[in-house]
């Protein structure tokens, strides 16, 4: 039995898991990885997805100035955050779906083509 205290922390934490925080940056301040979208352990992407963020802030701030920053993490923003909703989601959904037949089980394609130094630089 997990006490009040504990149960308000875990039903936020897994609130988390469910959609990632609304707003990520503010000034030059930014999260990446866990602390933006934390996510179930279903599909193996917590790590991934926090790669793929560094990848994309790294394409956005390329040569950016001082003053550039808000912009590039406005950008940042608005590139990552369906995609990592959208495996948040996915991961949920294959917690559900194990069962021996496996037949309920989601094509991953889109998860492991996916390119985030094509989409960086398209908005870049
Ligand atoms: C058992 C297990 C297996 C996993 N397997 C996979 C896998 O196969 N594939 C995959 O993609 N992902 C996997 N993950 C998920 C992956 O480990 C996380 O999604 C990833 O580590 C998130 O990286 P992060 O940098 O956001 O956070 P973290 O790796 O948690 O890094 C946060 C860091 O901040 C530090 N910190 C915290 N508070 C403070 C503070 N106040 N001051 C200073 N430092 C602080 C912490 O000590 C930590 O070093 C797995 C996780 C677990 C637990």
């Not at 909703?85 to 991953?108: C, E, I, M």
């Amino acid at each position: 039995m997990v006490a009040n205290r504990h149960g308000t922390a875990l039903r936020a934490a897994v609130a988390l898991t469910r959609r990632g925080i609304d707003v990520r940056s503010k000034g030059r301040l930014t999260l990446l990885g866990d602390a933006a979208h934390a996510m179930l352990p279903h599909l193996g992407q917590g790590m991934n997805q926090a790669i793929e963020d560094a990848a994309a802030l790294a394409m956005l701030l390329d040569g950016a100035g001082r003053d550039d920053v808000p912009t590039a993490l406005t950008a940042y923003e608005a590139l990552r955050r369906d995609r990592t909703a959208r495996v948040q989601h996915a991961s949920r959904l294959d917690g559900t779906s194990y069962d021996s037949s496996g037949a309920r089980l989601q094509d991953h394609s889109w998860i492991y083509d996916y390119d985030v130094a094509a989409d960086a630089a398209a908005r870049s």
